[in-house]
């Protein structure tokens, strides 16, 4: 799995509205243990300079 976090907002240059956000990879990580309605994973790498955080994401890689 791959973790990600939000990083950069694209912002329209004309309406100023915010399109949606850039992400960047923090780590991945290896599901171990799947339940009902959570799943436990073991961390197996993390970016330089980085540290996983609450509200990172969680996507399939």
């Known amino acids: 799995m791959s973790l990600r976090r939000d990083a950069i907002p694209l912002v329209h240059p004309v309406t100023g509205e915010v399109l949606g956000e850039l992400d960047e990879e923090v780590g991945t ?12 994973a ?6 330089p ?13």
Do not use: L, N, Y
């Not at 073991?42 to 970016?47: F, G, L, N, S, W």
């Open 29 to 40: 990580a290896r599901v171990t243990e799947m339940r009902e309605r959570f799943s436990v």
């Open 42 to 47: 073991d961390v197996q790498t993390v970016a």
């Open 49 to 61: 300079g980085a540290r996983i955080q609450v509200k990172d994401r969680v996507v399939p890689k």
